[in-house]
Nanobody
Framework: QVQLVESGGGLVQAGGSLRLSCAAS????????MGWFRQAPGKDRSFVAA????????EYADSVKGRFTISRDNAKSTMYLQMNSLNPEDTAVYYC?????????????????????WGQGAQVTVSS
């Protein structure tokens, strides 16, 4: 069982930056690929970024490439999402999620159903 807690959301003006954190409980954080998803009002949850268990590979949605950076610190059991050049279209609830990597199956970072545990979400609001 892994519990995930997001923090760092808030209100920011367009063009500004925020850094989200996702703190995981337990001692097996480094056995999970991790991902960020977001859900805007009236829309489905969508993929934002993901990172493999060792940080060796990352993937990004086209809409955030070049603006967002995902990273992790396994020693701190924490994942991060640095968000720069924010715009109002980035307004959403951001969720972190954990995908068990111990089974050795192929990594599908953008598929929500691949993830085993989810955080409660953090609101990010970008004003114009």
């Amino acid at each position: 069982q892994v519990q995930l807690v997001e923090s760092g959301g808030g209100l920011v003006q367009a063009g500004g930056s925020l850094r989200l954190s996702c703190a995981a409980s337990g001692r097996t954080f480094n056995m999970y690929h991790m991902g960020w998803f977001r859900q805007a009002p009236g829309k489905d949850r969508s993929f934002v970024a993901a990172i493999t268990w060792n940080g060796g590979s990352t993937e990004y949605a086209d809409s955030v490439k070049g603006r967002f950076t995902i990273s992790r610190d396994n020693a701190k059991s924490t994942m991060y999402l640095q968000m720069n050049s924010l715009n109002p279209e980035d307004t959403a609830v951001y969720y972190c999620a954990a995908d068990w990597a111990g089974d050795g199956t192929h990594w599908y970072p953008a598929r929500p159903r691949e993830y085993d545990f989810w955080g409660q979400g953090a609101q990010v609001t970008v004003s114009s």
